[in-house]
């Protein structure tokens, strides 16, 4: 039986002849095309001998798989989604969303020559860091600056340049670990220094770093704890407080901000964390923060503070192993002019914009969608709800938002959620009540049409 139906499988050349092979071809590439076929003569070979399969499939039924398969396979593995979920720096979703605004002077950049390492006017080469010291000198008062790839790296080659072979005295309370297992303490060891680990969990005093200071100590290091919160019976160090005792025992004073902001945003509900500015204001020598979380930039790790420190960093040998690509500066930059009106950020910054969005505006957008769903086979309901910052910010504090609640009369909301993941433009949203959440924190106005022809084709 398997012998005979073996026998009935098309030769892959005569599949290949074929008038809608050829249009498949011209459509994507005679390689992948003979590659699905291939896999799927071998799929159907594999299921006959395991007597999964009665009879082979026709060549119309043939081609419609190898089309699904192409068609798949040629997808990019990395592309858009749409966040309903009310996180506004979703880790997993990429964070920050850039600005449009931006998008002439990234493509700009990235399609022609640039002076990336050209200084034009001396008419020799230049340095790739030169592009964004005015405009962060501008916004935080810097004396100096320097950008690599994550915040992580901006921690380790602060102190691998500074502190080499010094120990670091650091809270408790503030040996963070964030995603992806990054330990202070880990990165404290790999950068060559030794962790001096003062006070307890909850508490530390001025005294606790006193009491540590000796003739190997290099620097006091403050954490951003920035995935979490202690609360009660709490007591921590202030950033004047750190640099003066620095300062007294000619030590280096840093702070690694985390997310860091130039920003006020307790006016929109979030409790009030320092600026970059108010903490480079206290006399802190380094701050280090990243690009793509409260900022709303490129993934990028911030390096601001005193000239003479940033210069021996920019001579550091790891300097070029975690340094920024052109993009990345191009973005950046264009990001943050946008900074030097507060309106223009709040409003053309996405993740700005989405932490500043009234009540208000927020049910005027549910109101519009909930119209635009109307025809669905869904019961539809506007609801307040919670939403959050995300990204390791503001840890324990949510921000106050609306969303549209969709019950289907047939489907559960695991079955919508899972259809929804598999439609051309994924939507992640949420489940509550056995309802999808749909947030208008950061659920765009601009994918309500998207997400209703999601909702209709999965609902067929």
Same mark, same amino acid.
């Given at each position: ?53 009665? @009879? ?88 100096? &600056? ?39 303490? @880990? ?60 300062? @007294? ?74 340094? &920024? ?90 079955? &919508? ?44």
């Amino acid at each position: 039986m398997a012998k005979q139906l073996l026998s009935k499988i098309p030769a892959i050349n005569k599949i290949l002849l074929l008038g809608k092979t050829k249009e498949l071809i011209n459509s994507y590439s005679e390689v992948a095309v003979k590659s699905a076929i291939k896999n799927y003569i071998d799929s159907i070979k594999q299921d006959i001998l395991n007597e999964e399969l009665k @009879e082979v499939p026709t060549l119309e039924e043939i081609l419609d798989e190898v089309t699904k398969i192409v068609e798949q396979e040629d997808k990019n593995s990395l592309r858009r989604i749409i966040n309903a979920t009310g996180t506004i720096l979703h880790t997993n979703l990429g964070r920050s969303l850039l600005s449009q605004k931006i998008k002439e002077n990234i493509e700009s950049v990235a399609f022609n020559y640039s002076n990336l390492e050209f200084d034009i006017e001396n008419k020799k080469r230049g340095s790739r860091y030169v592009h964004l010291t005015d405009i962060i000198k501008k916004l935080t008062g810097a004396e100096d &600056v320097l950008v690599v790839n994550n915040n992580a790296a901006a921690v380790l080659l602060t102190l691998n340049t500074l502190v080499k072979d010094k120990e670091i005295v650091v809270s408790r309370g503030e040996l963070v670990e964030i995603g992806g297992a990054f330990r202070i303490p @880990e990165i404290i060891k790999l950068s060559g220094g030794v962790p001096i680990e003062v006070g307890t969990t909850n508490k530390t005093h001025l005294k606790d770093y006193e009491n540590a200071i000796n003739e190997q100590t290099g620097a006091l290091l403050k954490v951003h704890t920035s995935n979490y919160k202690i609360l009660g019976f709490t007591k921590d160090v202030s950033n004047e407080e750190i640099s003066y005792l620095a300062r @007294e025992n000619n030590l280096v004073s840093i702070n690694d901000l985390g997310s860091g902001q130039f920003l006020d945003f307790s006016k929109y509900g979030l409790p009030y964390e320092p600026t970059v500015k108010e903490v480079l204001d206290s006399g802190i020598d380094v701050v280090t923060f990243s690009g793509d979380k409260l900022l709303g930039g490129p993934q990028a790790g911030v390096i601001v503070g005193k000239k003479e420190y940033i210069e021996k960093m920019k001579k550091n040998q790891l300097t070029r192993t975690l340094r &920024v690509d052109k993009m990345t500066l191009a973005a950046l930059e264009a990001t943050l002019k946008l900074y030097l009106d507060e309106k223009e950020a709040l409003e053309h910054i996405p993740t700005l914009h989405m932490i500043s969005l009234s009540k208000e505006r927020l049910f005027g957008k549910a109101d519009v969608l909930k119209r635009k769903l109307i025809d669905l086979d869904f019961d539809i309901k506007i609801e307040d709800d919670k939403a959050e910052v995300g990204g390791g910010s503001y840890p324990a504090s949510y921000l106050e938002s609306v969303v549209v609640k969709l019950t289907h009369s047939t489907l559960s909301s695991t079955e &919508v959620e899972r259809r929804l993941l598999e439609v051309d433009i994924p939507i992640i949203t949420r489940i509550k009540d056995n309802s999808i959440i749909l947030d208008m924190r950061t659920l765009r106005t601009r994918e309500f049409d998207i997400v209703k022809a999601a909702l209709e084709e999965v609902t067929k």
